[in-house]
C-alpha cells in the first residue's frame, strides 16, 4: 500500500524558514494537502491541492509538489507556528486518504 | 459559522459497539462529501471512513472495513458512523470532518473538522 514519509521533527529559529518534506512513490503525479494541528485542537487546512492557500492563511505558509519530496515551505516562522503538521493525499489504487506520519515543528 | 459536532462517544468493553453522530450547520451539507478521521492518544491523523454527498461512494480504512459501516441523512445535516467489534487499538478521538470541493469532492482536501469525540475500548 501507498506510504507517506515525514520526518518525525523539525527545528527553526523564529524569522528563518522551516521546510517540511513529505516523501512517497511518485508524489508528484498525486495531489498533496497539508494541515496544522496545535496541541489540544482539531486540524487546520494550511495548504490544499499542492499549493493553494485557503482563506485566512498567511502567505508565509507555501507548498510545492514538483517531485519527490512535496514540501511544505514556512517563512519568517513564528512561535506561533509551532505544531504538527500532516501531509495527506488521495491514493487511487486502495481508494483511501492517506496522512503521512506528522512532523514536529519546534520554534527554537 | 460553518460547524461539525460529534457526539457519540465513550467507554466500551472489547467486542462491543457504539454509534457516533455528527451534525453539521452553516453549510450546505448536502452537497458536500464527510468523512471520519481518528487520532490515538499521543499519535497522529488516520482516515476511517467517507461518503460522498450522495453517498454514492463509500470507503474505510482496511483497519476497520467489514467492522464500522458510515452512513448519512441529509435531511438532518448529520453524519454517522456505526462501529461494532470494537477493539483497542480503536481508541482514539474522532473527528468528522468536510471535504472542501462540493459534490464530486469525495477525495479532496479536508477543510473544516470539528472537535471530535472520544472512543476508548478496554475491560
Known amino acids: 500500500s501507498y506510504v507517506l514519509t515525514q520526518p518525525p521533527s523539525v527545528s527553526v529559529a523564529p524569522g528563518k524558514t522551516a521546510t517540511i518534506t513529505c516523501g512517497g512513490n511518485?508524489?508528484?503525479?498525486?495531489?498533496v494537502h497539508w494541515s496544522q494541528q496545535k496541541p489540544g485542537q482539531a486540524p487546520v487546512l494550511v495548504i490544499s491541492h499542492d499549493s493553494d492557500r485557503p482563506t485566512g492563511i498567511p502567505d508565509r505558509f507555501s507548498g510545492s509538489n514538483s517531485g519527490n519530496p512535496a514540501t511544505l515551505t514556512i517563512t519568517r516562522v513564528e512561535a506561533g507556528d509551532e505544531a504538527d503538521y500532516y501531509c495527506?493525499?488521495?491514493?487511487?489504487?486502495?481508494?483511501?486518504?492517506?496522512f503521512g506520519g506528522g512532523t514536529r515543528l519546534t520554534v527554537l | 459559522e460553518v460547524q461539525l459536532v460529534e457526539s457519540g462517544g465513550g467507554l466500551v468493553q472489547p467486542g462491543g459497539s457504539l454509534r457516533l453522530s455528527c451534525v453539521a450547520s452553516g453549510f450546505s451539507f448536502d452537497v458536500y462529501a464527510i468523512h471520519w478521521v481518528r487520532q490515538a492518544p499521543g499519535k497522529g491523523l488516520e482516515w476511517v471512513s467517507g461518503l460522498s454527498w450522495n453517498s454514492d461512494i463509500i470507503g474505510f480504512a482496511d483497519s476497520v472495513k467489514g467492522r464500522f459501516t458510515i452512513s448519512r441523512d441529509n435531511t438532518r445535516n448529520s453524519l454517522y458512523l456505526q462501529m461494532t467489534d470494537l477493539r483497542p487499538e480503536d481508541t482514539a478521538l474522532y473527528y468528522c470532518?468536510?471535504?472542501?470541493?462540493?459534490?464530486?469532492?469525495?477525495?479532496?482536501?479536508?477543510?473544516?473538522w470539528g472537535q471530535g469525540t472520544m472512543v476508548s475500548v478496554a475491560s
Open positions: 495527506q493525499v488521495w491514493d487511487s489504487s486502495s481508494r483511501q486518504m492517506l
Open positions: 511518485n508524489i508528484g503525479s498525486k495531489t
Open positions: 470532518v468536510k471535504s472542501a470541493v462540493a459534490g464530486s469532492g469525495y477525495n479532496d482536501a479536508f477543510d473544516v
